[in-house]
């Protein structure tokens, strides 16, 4: 039996920057569609985000009701 549970989250624009970008990457990745300049523009965007904030994001998806 499979239940589904669904989750509302209120995204500030960046953390739906962060999250699409996040996403887009990791599709493309188990697609084995990723070459070297995605892993650059991947870091890029993590520095440009801030680690703290996306470590933010995942614990307030994580955590929400």
């Known amino acids: 039996m499979t239940v ?3 989750h ?4 500030s624009d960046e953390e739906q920057n962060i999250a699409v970008t996040a996403i887009d990457f990791f599709y493309r990745y188990f697609r084995g569609t990723v070459d070297i300049d995605d892993y650059t523009q991947g870091r890029l965007a993590a520095q440009e985000f801030g680690h703290e904030a996306i470590s933010e994001l995942a614990t307030k998806i994580a955590t929400s009701t």
């Open 4 to 6: 589904q549970i669904n």
């Open 8 to 11: 509302h989250i209120v995204l």
